[in-house]
Structures are given as C-alpha cells and as structure tokens.
C-alpha cells in the first residue's frame, strides 16, 4: 500500500538558518503531495501541495518539488523564523483510495 | 480558513461509556473524514462520508462508528469507550474526494480513563 516516510525529528535550527525536512514516499500512480503544518494547540493546516511530476508547491517562503524519479517531496525554506516552529507533516493521497496517508511528522523548533 | 467546528474541544470519559463527537462545516462539501492522531502514527482515517448517509470505514475503524444525516454535519461515536482510543480527533472535509485537498478542523482532545 501507499506509504510516506519522513525524516526523525525534532529538529533545532537557529533563526535564518536553511531549513530541509526530507519526504519520499511510496505509492502507485500518480499521487498527490503534501506538506501540512500544525502549530501548538491547533488542527493541521494545508502549507503547500503538488500534483504532478516536477511540480513545485510554494507558500509563506516554503518549496518543495514533486520528484517522481526518486519518489520525494522534501520542504525547504531559505531563512527560518521562529514562528515556524511547529509539527511538520508530509502526506499523499492517491486515486481510489479516500484516505491521506501521513508520515509521523517532524517536530520543528527554531531558537532566536 | 474552511469553516469547520469540532465539539466538544476537550473530553474525558470512563471505560465502557459511549461517546459521540460532532464535526460540523458551513462549506458545503461532499466529503467529510474522521482521522485519530497518536504520537509516532502520525494521522490515520477512521471512516469518511462521500454524502448524506454514504459511508465508509478507514484504516482504524474497529470500535467507532459514524452517521452523516446532513450534508454539514458527521458524527463520530465510540460506543464502549477503551483507553486505546484516547487520542486527538480531527475532522476533516474536501469538495470532490480523491487526491483534492483536505481541510482540517481544531480537533478534539479525547481522554479515556
């Protein structure tokens, strides 16, 4: 079945430093991608998504790209602010199959 | 942001009693989800709706039902409460299913002592 896998966390960067949260996935077809955020306290919120190959999603200084020939959609921001602290997720969903399916999530936490 | 309301925010319950959680949207949309977070799962679906009173189970959905008698509303019942189901809940919706993107509500915190 479909899978994502994302990377360990936490993670712990300085403000302005360069932020990558690795994403590949496993699935069949041509899937969807996603990034979501969860700020503490609060539901999941859509960051950016992709739909097809080479598509890249942008929102709020975040990137990532749909690599269908390594099956990843790593999140990537220039220079992190400390309002980007918060839990991270990567998802899918996928023809004929209704549910998103999520990785674990990568808990991101940026100091002054 | 998609007009969603979960109730109620916070609950705590005791084994063996039954309770129901309700998700309700103003955004008219066809699907409605019901997804538990735990630590190290991340989100997984318990059941969704594609329409009034159409339903579906998901990948967790031992010891949970649902019922959607209108269009904004899904209900989320655990009939026999167990300690394994403590866990957040989130509602979600999306306007035609598939890989369409899916809206989150604020969630509910679910104790079962």
Same mark, same amino acid.
């Given at each position: 079945?479909?899978?994502?896998?994302?990377?360990?966390?936490?993670?712990?960067?300085?403000?302005?430093?360069? +932020?990558?949260?690795?994403?590949?996935?496993?699935?069949?077809?041509?899937?969807? !991608?996603?990034?979501?955020?969860?700020?503490?306290?609060?539901? +999941?919120?859509? +960051?950016?998504?992709?739909?097809?190959?080479?598509?890249?999603?942008?929102?709020?200084?975040?990137?990532?790209?749909?690599? /269908?020939?390594?099956?990843?959609?790593? !999140?990537? /921001?220039? $220079?992190?602010?400390?309002?980007?602290?918060?839990?991270?997720?990567?998802? +899918? $969903?996928?023809?004929?199959?209704?549910?998103?399916?999520?990785?674990?999530?990568?808990?991101?936490?940026?100091?002054? | 942001?998609?007009?969603?309301?979960?109730?109620?925010?916070?609950?705590?319950?005791?084994?063996?009693?039954?309770?129901?959680?309700?998700?309700?949207?103003?955004?008219?949309?066809?699907?409605?989800?019901?997804?538990?977070?735990?630590?190290?799962?991340?989100?997984?679906?318990?059941?969704?709706?594609?329409?009034?009173?159409?339903?579906?189970?998901?990948?967790?959905?031992?010891?949970?039902?649902?019922?959607?008698?209108?269009?904004?509303?899904?209900?989320?019942?655990?009939?026999?409460?167990?300690?394994?189901?403590?866990?957040?809940?989130?509602?979600?919706?999306?306007?035609?299913?598939?890989?369409?993107?899916?809206?989150?509500?604020?969630?509910?915190?679910?104790?079962?002592?």
């Amino acid at each position: 079945g479909d899978s994502v896998t994302q990377m360990e966390g936490p993670v712990t960067l300085s403000e302005e430093a360069f +932020l990558t949260i690795n994403c590949t996935y496993t699935a069949t077809g041509y899937p969807s !991608l996603f990034w979501y955020v969860q700020y503490p306290g609060e539901g +999941l919120q859509l +960051l950016l998504k992709a739909t097809k190959a080479d598509d890249k999603g942008s929102n709020k200084g975040f990137e990532a790209t749909y690599r /269908k020939e390594t099956t990843s959609f790593h !999140l990537e /921001k220039g $220079s992190v602010q400390v309002s980007d602290s918060a839990v991270y997720f990567c998802a +899918l $969903s996928n023809f004929g199959n209704e549910k998103l399916t999520f990785g674990t999530g990568t808990r991101l936490t940026i100091i002054p | 942001d998609a007009g969603i309301t979960q109730s109620p925010r916070h609950k705590v319950t005791e084994t063996g009693t039954p309770v129901t959680l309700r998700c309700h949207q103003t955004e008219n949309h066809r699907y409605m989800y019901w997804y538990r977070q735990d630590p190290g799962h991340g989100l997984r679906l318990i059941h969704y709706s594609y329409g009034v009173k159409d339903t579906d189970k998901g990948e967790v959905s031992d010891g949970y039902s649902v019922s959607r008698s209108k269009t904004e509303d899904f209900l989320l019942t655990l009939e026999s409460a167990t300690s394994s189901q403590t866990s957040v809940y989130f509602c979600a919706i999306s306007e035609s299913g598939n890989t369409d993107t899916q809206y989150f509500g604020p969630g509910t915190r679910l104790t079962v002592l």
